[in-house]
T-cell receptor, first 113, second 116 residues
Framework: AQTVTQSQPEMSVQEAETVTLSCTYD???????LFWYKQPPSRQMILVIR??????QNATENRFSVNFQKAAKSFSLKISDSQLGDAAMYFC??????????FGQGTTLQVKP | GAVVSQHPSWVICKSGTSVKIECRSL??????MFWYRQFPKQSLMLMAT?????????EQGVEKDKFLINHASLTLSTLTVTSAHPEDSSFYIC????????????FGSGTRLTVV
């Protein structure tokens, strides 16, 4: 079975600085998708970025980018120029072949003004 | 973009009663709906997967007789918590796959259930 691990329960970053959230996963599948979701206090899940495993190029969405290391099964999220609105809980997720999303434990990000 | 409307957003019920939560895809056909449970400051735990017109597939440890899932149409899936007890109090979230958006996932806004 696939597992997703986020080893940082909480992270803090100064506004305008850069922060990296870690995620590792375990799978025997060769083709899969990885995601980062943001859950603000409203608890609405918001897609931040997604990566197809067959693509070697790291995905980027404006201030958000990933470092996808397939061999190491690592999928970290980098947030550049952090903003107060980035404060939220961030979840790393793996999509299995059956379509299920498996979430990591989550990392609460605090952005200090 | 794709929207999943989830209702109610919060509900308080008495122990022993049943509560129904609805998730409706507003502008796409949701062939597959996922139901999650989330405790405060914790991860989303998948409870079950439902496909339109067929029985739901429950994750290990989830009581299918307690958490009844119906996916009778391509736009509506419901989760009924039967004979609710205080330990069922939680945040429940649905998520639908959208074929028109490369099978992306759209989440409902969640339902906070409190059983007293």
């Amino acid at each position: 079975a696939q597992t997703v691990t986020q080893s940082q329960p909480e992270m803090s970053v100064q506004e305008a600085e850069t922060v990296t959230l870690s995620c590792t996963y375990d799978t025997s599948e060769s083709d899969y998708y990885l995601f980062w979701y943001k859950q603000p206090p409203s608890r609405q899940m918001i897609l931040v970025i997604r990566q197809e495993a067959y693509k070697q190029q790291n995905a980027t969405e404006n201030r958000f980018s990933v470092n996808f290391q397939k061999a190491a099964k690592s999928f970290s999220l980098k947030i550049s120029d952090s903003q107060l609105g980035d404060a939220a809980m961030y979840f790393c997720a793996y999509r299995s072949a059956g379509g299920k999303l498996i979430f990591g434990q989550g990392t609460t990000l605090q952005v200090k003004p | 973009g794709a929207v999943v409307s989830q209702h109610p957003s919060w509900v308080i019920c008495k122990s022993g009663t049943s509560v129904k939560i609805e998730c409706r895809s507003l502008d796409f056909q949701a062939t597959t709906m996922f139901w999650y449970r989330q405790f405060p400051k914790q991860s989303l735990m998948l409870m079950a997967t439902s496909n339109e017109g067929s029985k739901a597939t429950y994750e290990q440890g989830v009581e299918k007789d307690k958490f009844l899932i119906n996916h009778a149409s391509l736009t509506l899936s419901t989760l009924t918590v039967t004979s609710a007890h205080p330990e069922d109090s939680s945040f429940y979230i649905c998520s639908a796959r959208d074929r028109t958006a490369n099978y992306g996932y759209t989440f409902g806004s969640g339902t906070r259930l409190t059983v007293v």
